[in-house]
């Protein structure tokens, strides 16, 4: 069935680094590709998406582009805030169902 | 435009007992879908609703059943409490259309069954 694989463990980095969470995924047809936010004690926000191949999506500073060669949507942003601490997750939308299927999420802390 | 809304936000029920769940989609939208988020992981889809009528269902068991109003609230009623089924329970919406739908998550009902 359609999955989505997300690096393992926390991701702990200085205020103005670089940050990458990798996400891979699995589905037949062409699915839509989204990253969710979630900040301590809330629900799930919704940050950026992708509906096709070679799209970016981006918000806020953070990017990740559809690669279907590669069945991947990397997060990236060039340089994180303190304020970008939250747990982030990939996720998955088939074609022509609505249904969601997430990763396992990855916290991210970002340290002053 | 109001978002989406959840209520209650926490309950603590005891196992074998039933609870019920609301949600309140955004302005607009006229799709509910529930997901369970268990503690460190990511949220797993329960069940969908379009035109009160169930419109998909994830791997969950029948105890779990919901409901949606002419209004698209909707509600989910989980019997027989069972420990696992403590988690984070998010509703999203939608506008459910021949192009890509995206969800907008509520704030979640954390609910702890002891």
């Known amino acids: 069935g359609d999955s989505v694989t997300q690096m393992e463990g926390p991701v702990t980095l200085s205020e103005e680094a670089f940050l990458t969470i990798n996400c891979t995924y699995t589905?037949?047809?062409?699915?839509?590709l989204f990253w969710y936010v979630q900040y301590p004690g809330e629900g799930l926000q919704l940050l950026l998406k992708?509906?096709?191949?070679?799209d970016k999506g981006s918000n806020k500073g953070f990017e990740a582009t559809y690669r279907k060669e590669t069945t991947s949507f990397h997060l990236e942003k060039g340089s994180v805030q303190v304020s970008d601490s939250a747990v982030y997750f990939c996720a998955l939308s088939p074609y022509g169902n609505n249904r969601l299927a997430f990763g396992k999420g990855n916290q991210v802390v970002v340290i002053p | 435009e109001t978002g989406v809304t959840q209520s209650p936000t926490h309950l603590i029920k005891t196992r074998g007992q039933q609870v019920t769940l609301r949600c309140s989609s955004q302005?607009?939208?006229?799709?509910v879908s529930w997901y369970q988020q268990a503690l460190g992981q990511g949220p797993q889809f329960i069940f969908q609703?379009?035109?009160?009528?169930?419109?998909g269902r994830g791997n969950f068991p029948p105890r779990f059943s919901g409901l949606q109003f002419p209004n698209y609230s909707s509600e989910l009623n989980v019997n027989a409490l069972e420990l696992d089924d403590s988690a984070l329970y998010l509703c999203?919406?939608?506008?459910?259309?021949?192009?890509?739908?995206?969800?907008?998550f509520g704030p979640g009902t954390r609910l702890l069954v002891l």
């Open positions: 302005s607009g939208h006229n799709t």
């Open positions: 589905a037949t047809g062409y699915p839509s």
């Open positions: 992708a509906t096709k191949a070679d």
């Open positions: 999203a919406s939608s506008l459910k259309s021949t192009e890509e739908e995206t969800q907008y």
């Open positions: 609703y379009y035109r009160e009528e169930e419109n």
